[in-house]
């Protein structure tokens, strides 16, 4: 696995099954995917639908991230991050990561993306560039995180890797050229 995948640090976890209505897994991001909060033309930061199944029957709730690892940060880009679903959450309706819309279930916790806001922002890669690589993951876990809004992505991710017990992605891309 390579350096740059986002699951290089991490432990390796049963999978299952994750779908969309709206994406699919090696295709190419289109505008209600895309940020027009960040300048992409006919961006429109809408989450994608997403639904699950087959997780680990132990599992007791679930977070959800968007992640570009091929962002020129060092650290990668965050998109989205919310925890805490619970167990009896399987799927998640189109535009669930803006707060305006009310879509996330009761105990959902929502952190702020990498840019600065607690919500989903789409796929905005500079011009130029290449094709970025947008990873929408479920993990699976042992129990909620137990952590605040005002928590990292990155504070969330550390916490995955210690509660974290089945793992279920769909990998696409988008290039601005």
């Not at 027009?36 to 930061?45: L, Q, S, T």
């Not at 690892?69 to 925890?83: E, I, K, M, Q, Y």
């Not at 042992?142 to 974290?164: H, Q, R, V, W, Y």
């Amino acid at each position: 696995m390579s350096a740059n995948s986002p699951f290089f640090n991490l432990p390796e976890l049963p999978t299952f099954t994750l779908t969309s209505t709206d994406i699919e897994d090696g295709g190419v991001l289109t505008g209600p995917q895309l940020s027009g909060a960040m300048g992409v033309p006919g961006g429109e930061d809408v989450s994608p639908q997403l639904s699950w199944s087959g997780f680990p029957e132990e599992t007791k709730a679930f977070a959800v991230t968007c992640y570009d690892p091929d962002a020129p940060t060092g650290s990668g880009f965050w998109h989205w991050v919310v925890t805490d679903l619970d167990a009896s959450v399987t799927s998640l309706e189109a535009n669930a990561g803006d707060p305006a819309a009310d879509l996330l279930p009761s105990g959902a916790v929502t952190l702020r993306n990498d840019a600065g806001e607690p919500r989903f922002v789409g796929a905005a890669p500079p011009e130029g560039h290449g094709p970025h690589r947008y990873f929408f993951i479920v993990t699976a876990l042992a129990e909620p995180l137990g952590i605040d809004e005002s928590a990292t992505p990155a504070f969330a991710g550390f916490n995955m890797f210690f509660k974290g017990i089945g793992r279920a992605w769909l990998e696409c891309t988008y290039e601005a050229k």
